[in-house]
């Protein structure tokens, strides 16, 4: 019975995956297929490199927002004046970062099935790609976060993050037959109650917490709804609900019990990482025992 690790995009919080990481190892959780978008890609590939949970760790508890990043306030003024279309922020640390972390060719040697996935910015299309297939330039496609980052070029073709069209890549990992699939977010959102927004902010936060998970719910429910007529209410958990029933599949989702806030995706620094990680082990131990 084949397993899979589902590893969804958010920037900064992709903390919190390591730290699930590190509950699964410790229960001899061994994915045959990992399928990540975005931050989640980067976790992805790290495994898939042969990335312990310790060393996913260390690598998220030394990451600052140097390590990712160069941002000028005066380029970007200039930029504006001009109104010129010039991405945010110079991601140049962020690939000095990934080739001293990555053995790509360790990855392509790995029987772990990885696949990661990227946006064509000219066919608007989804795009899959798997060990044998990833390079430097699809980890660094698959987390540009769109005006933020710049796109990736890819055989001579633009990409942007994998997040805009399926930010919890399911979808491979139920072609490849898994039936054990641990799905991680970074977003309490379709998973607990929330309270409605108060202020502008909270709705902000809470609209971008919607994107997240909305693309999930979208290609997944879109591609199997019209086999059944019992998909009465679709939410997540009813989808996945009929899924295991339709499928013969175990799906278990684990993600944060509250909103971490819009400041989280960008906030690179140990001290976040290190509180993400010890969350993302205890909601992990909490999700296999209850």
């Not at 903390?15 to 980067?42: H, M, R, W």
């Not at 990855?107 to 910015?121: F, K, P, T, Y």
């Not at 540009?144 to 399926?166: E, K, R, S, T, V």
């Not at 994107?211 to 059944?228: A, E, F, P, T, V």
Request: glycine letters at 6%; proline letters at 4%.
């Amino acid at each position: 019975m084949k397993k899979a690790l589902i590893l969804s995009g958010g920037g900064a919080r992709g903390a919190y995956q390591a730290g699930v990481f590190q509950y699964l190892e410790e229960i001899n959780f061994k994915p045959d297929i990992i399928c990540g978008t975005s931050v989640g890609a980067i976790n992805a590939t790290a495994i898939g490199c042969g990335f312990n949970a310790k060393k996913l760790i260390d690598m998220w508890k030394k990451i600052e927002t140097k390590h990712v990043m160069k941002y000028s306030l005066w380029k970007n003024l200039r930029n504006l004046i001009k109104k010129k279309f010039v991405p945010m922020v110079d991601t140049a640390p962020m690939r000095t970062l990934l080739e001293s972390e990555l053995n790509l060719q360790d990855l392509r040697e790995n029987s772990v099935e990885v696949i990661i996935s990227a946006v064509n910015i000219i066919s608007a299309e989804l795009e899959f790609f798997e060990n044998e297939d990833i390079t430097l330039e699809h980890v660094m496609a698959s987390s540009a976060i769109p005006i933020f980052f710049p796109w990736q070029m890819i055989n001579g073709l633009p990409y942007w993050d994998g997040g805009l069209m399926a930010n919890t890549p399911i979808l491979p990992a139920i072609e490849r037959q898994a039936k054990e699939i641990v799905v991680v977010l970074l977003s309490p959102v379709g998973e607990v109650a929330l309270d409605i927004p108060k202020t502008r902010r909270q709705a902000l936060e809470r609209m971008f917490e919607l994107s997240l998970i909305g693309s999930y719910q979208n290609i997944m429910i879109d591609r199997y709804y019209k086999k059944s007529n019992r998909l009465k209410n679709k939410s997540i958990l009813s989808f996945l609900n009929f899924l295991e029933d339709k499928e013969n599949f175990h799906i278990r989702v684990i993600a944060p019990v509250d909103t971490l806030g819009l400041k989280s995706i960008l906030n690179f620094n140990v001290i976040q990482a290190d509180s993400l990680i010890r969350r993302g082990y205890e909601d992990a131990k909490f999700s296999f025992k209850s």
